[in-house]
T-cell receptor
Framework: AQSVTQLGSHVSVSEGALVLLRCNYSSSVPPYLFWYVQYPNQGLQLLLKYTSAATLVKGINGFEAEFKKSETSFHLTKPSAHMSDAAEYFCAVSSTQGNLIFGKGTKLSVKP | EPEVTQTPSHQVTQMGQEVILRCVPISNHLYFYWYRQILGQKVEFLVSFYNNEISEKSEIFDDQFSVERPDGSNFTLKIRSTKLEDSAMYFC?????????????FGPGTRLTVL
């Protein structure tokens, strides 16, 4: 069975600082991994996805994530935070049936 | 840009009442999903729907729940007799085809409050 763990329910960074949001997965098969972002009062928007083509995945808004099989991790990073990055971020793994299994989410705050 | 829409954005109901949550998936998508998020908890899968039938459902999706695609555009989730613990944000999602690497597109959600 697949599962996802997101460390840190709330992360706060200063504008311009590095953003690092952690995600670890458990999967009995090669995983398909996703990061979604949710802005207030909006739905979930895909940031990026890992589908085994390349271990370093680039997404929208300057975010990227690196798949590390040895560490069962798929952490999300952005070199320089912007105020507009404040949102909730969800890591997810695709189940063998195709539905998504989500982590609990990490709320990112960006201080001016 | 095509998007998934959901109505209503907020529904308040009394315990024991029936509610229907509506979704309009992206028009050329073939796979449809419902998820829910209880306040402060993770987003949880409820059900997937393909070719006019349920393809997968979670333990949460008991006999109180049903889904339907009544016409070519709408996809509905019905809760027959709501309970307090059904209060949550309900998200509809759709995607073009089945493989797990394909992106699911999510609607903005319906916040259901059961009193």
């Amino acid at each position: 069975a697949q599962s996802v763990t997101q460390l840190g329910s709330h992360v706060s960074v200063s504008e311009g600082a590095l953003v690092l949001l952690r995600c670890n997965y458990s999967s009995s098969v090669p995983p398909y991994l996703f990061w979604y972002v949710q802005y207030p009062n909006q739905g979930l928007q895909l940031l990026l996805k890992y589908t085994s083509a390349a271990t370093l995945v680039k997404g929208i808004n300057g975010f990227e994530a690196e798949f590390k099989k040895s560490e069962t991790s798929f952490h999300l990073t952005k070199p320089s935070a912007h105020m507009s990055d404040a949102a909730e971020y969800f890591c997810a793994v695709s189940s063998t049936q195709g539905n998504l299994i989500f982590g609990k989410g990490t709320k990112l705050s960006v201080k001016p | 840009e095509p998007e998934v829409t959901q109505t209503p954005s907020h529904q308040v109901t009394q315990m024991g009442q029936e509610v229907i949550l509506r979704c309009v998936p992206i028009s050329n998508h073939l796979y449809f999903y419902w998820y829910r998020q209880i306040l402060g908890q993770k987003v949880e899968f409820l059900v997937s729907f393909y070719n006019n039938e349920i393809s997968e459902k979670s333990e949460i999706f008991d006999d109180q729940f049903s889904v339907e695609r009544p016409d070519g555009s709408n996809f509905t989730l019905k809760i027959r007799s709501t309970k307090l613990e059904d209060s949550a944000m309900y998200f509809c999602a759709s995607k073009t085809s089945g493989p797990g690497y394909n992106e699911q597109f999510f609607g903005p959600g319906t916040r259901l409050t059961v009193l």
